[in-house]
């Protein structure tokens, strides 16, 4: 028999094991240590854990001057040990700072041509992936703040991802958070040309002040990265029923 799983009921459940985690201080680069908790570990099932932007690519530029890449990279690393202490198979399309297929000498616009591309062929390489890009938001106007969800049209099942993700963030993050998940258009390449369940997450927006300061914080990028965890074992669930 079927075991229907809401999101109030997720959200408790995965805090409790968040704060277990942090209670022993796990920290991002210790997640090839993590053992598997949960029988998701015996399924083909890949995510692909996206950190946005690197190397020369900064991305957008905080109020605070923080690159996007930066905070981009830190929610990555404290997603992947969360999802592997969960029982996630997980894929890091990059753990350093720099572009995929960056080359030395080659021209700027080249070196970002050929990540987007790595980051397509890596999810063309794998069985099964789901992928999770990170990233942050901005805009002109600095009274503009909450996380948003933007989710590929090529495979139809990231529409329930990305707004599972999206409720999830809004309960985890801000309630007030009025924000839907929104189909990207064909100027979002990865999203575009992603085979597979696929979603950007934005955050937040560094371009608002006290937003910025929030993503810059250790604490509430565990928050986002809970929320997100939640968002993606309700979006599981719904698959399994």
Do not use: W
């Not at 680069?29 to 995510?47: G, K, Q």
């Not at 948003?148 to 139809?156: A, C, I, L, N, P």
């Amino acid at each position: 028999m079927a075991i229907s799983i809401r999101l109030r009921d997720v959200l408790p459940l995965l805090a409790a094991l968040v704060l277990v985690v942090l209670c022993f201080a796990l920290p991002p680069i210790y997640a090839d240590e993590a053992e598997p908790a949960t029988a998701e570990a015996e399924t083909t099932r890949v995510l692909i854990i996206d950190a946005g932007h690197g190397g020369i690519d900064g991305g957008a530029v905080g109020s605070s001057g923080v690159l996007e890449k930066t905070v981009n990279l830190a929610v990555a690393q404290r997603a992947q040990a969360l999802f592997r202490f969960l029982g996630a198979r997980t894929v890091m399309t990059r753990e350093e700072d720099m572009l995929v297929g960056y080359r030395e000498g080659r021209p700027i616009r080249e070196n970002k041509n050929a990540d987007l591309y790595g980051r397509i062929t890596l999810l063309g390489e794998i069985e099964d992936p789901v992928l999770l890009s990170i990233h942050q938001n901005q805009f002109e106007q600095e009274k503009y703040y909450g996380a948003q969800v933007f989710f590929g049209t090529t495979d139809k099942r990231s529409e329930a991802l990305a707004k599972a993700m999206q409720e999830s963030l809004r309960a985890g993050l801000d309630p007030k958070n009025g924000r839907v998940a929104t189909p990207a258009g064909k100027n979002i390449y990865l999203l575009y040309h992603a085979k597979c369940p696929a979603v950007i997450v934005e955050c937040g927006f560094l371009s608002n002040a006290r937003e910025d300061a929030l993503l810059n914080t250790p604490d509430y990028q565990k928050q986002i990265v809970a929320a997100m965890a939640a968002g993606y074992y309700t979006y599981r669930n719904g698959e399994a029923n």
